[in-house]
């Protein structure tokens, strides 16, 4: 079956744009999460949400990241006013209920910020 | 801070056992042992936990020693598609925790 897709694959943004990642999780998965994955390093959390509930946004670096599931299904990440910090590839990870359950990755999408 | 340390790179030949090493003294009585890898330009993907018993499934082997201080994953017939950054972490079945990944081991496979 399908599995976790995250589009775009790949995105450049001049700093101080905005952008907006897109994740769509395998069909009635509960929990989503959100995590930042730095060259040469492992993924670092950002944000947790069971079906529309934001429940864990700890991992957040700053206000100008942001995140929702509105229907509880796909998740959209947004980083407002890009920074050169920002470049990383961000995963989107899903699971059947909690976090107990086997998370699922997408593939990631990788951000440059020129 | 992750909880487990391992080494940063091993190697191995195509067709022997992978045994992967990975320390996690502070673990906590109720805190499971995963492991997932990454293979390059994919996303992290699932392999294998447990608490303190011995596990095995298609993919690869846990060994847990008693006091539960560490672990080794056993690929047992490694190919070159098992190359790859394997990350060990320890997590709280059944309550609200994120993965804590780590930087991982990479292994090589070697022809």
């Known amino acids: 079956g399908a599995g976790v897709s995250q589009s775009p694959r790949y995105k450049v943004a001049k700093r101080g744009q905005d952008v907006a990642l897109r994740c769509d999780p395998i069909?009635?998965?509960?929990?989503l999460f959100w995590y930042q994955q730095a060259l040469g390093q492992g993924p670092e959390f950002l944000t947790y949400?069971?079906?529309?509930?934001?429940?864990?946004k700890s991992g957040l670096p700053s206000d100008r990241f942001f995140a929702e599931r509105p229907e509880g299904s796909v998740s959209t990440l947004k980083i407002q006013r890009t920074q050169q910090e920002d470049s990383a590839v961000y995963l989107c990870a899903s699971s059947l209920q909690g976090w107990a359950d086997t998370q699922y990755f997408g593939p990631g999408t990788r951000l440059t910020v020129l | 801070d992750a909880k487990t340390t391992q080494p940063p790179s091993m190697d191995c030949a195509e067709g022997r056992a992978a045994n992967l090493p990975c320390n996690h003294s502070t673990i906590s009585g109720n805190e499971y042992v995963y492991w997932y890898r990454q293979i390059h330009s994919q996303g992290p993907q699932y392999i294998i936990h447990g608490l303190k018993n011995n596990e095995t499934n298609e993919m690869a082997s846990l060994i847990i020693t008693e006091d539960r201080k560490s672990s080794t994953l056993i690929l047992p017939h490694a190919t070159l598609r098992d190359t790859a950054v394997y990350y060990c972490?320890?997590?709280?079945?059944?309550?609200?925790?994120?993965?804590?990944f780590g930087k991982g081991i990479t292994l090589s496979v070697r022809p």
């Open positions: 069909s009635g998965h509960v929990s």
């Open positions: 972490i320890v997590n709280p079945a059944g309550a609200n925790s994120k993965l804590t």
């Open positions: 949400f069971q079906n529309e509930a934001q429940l864990d």
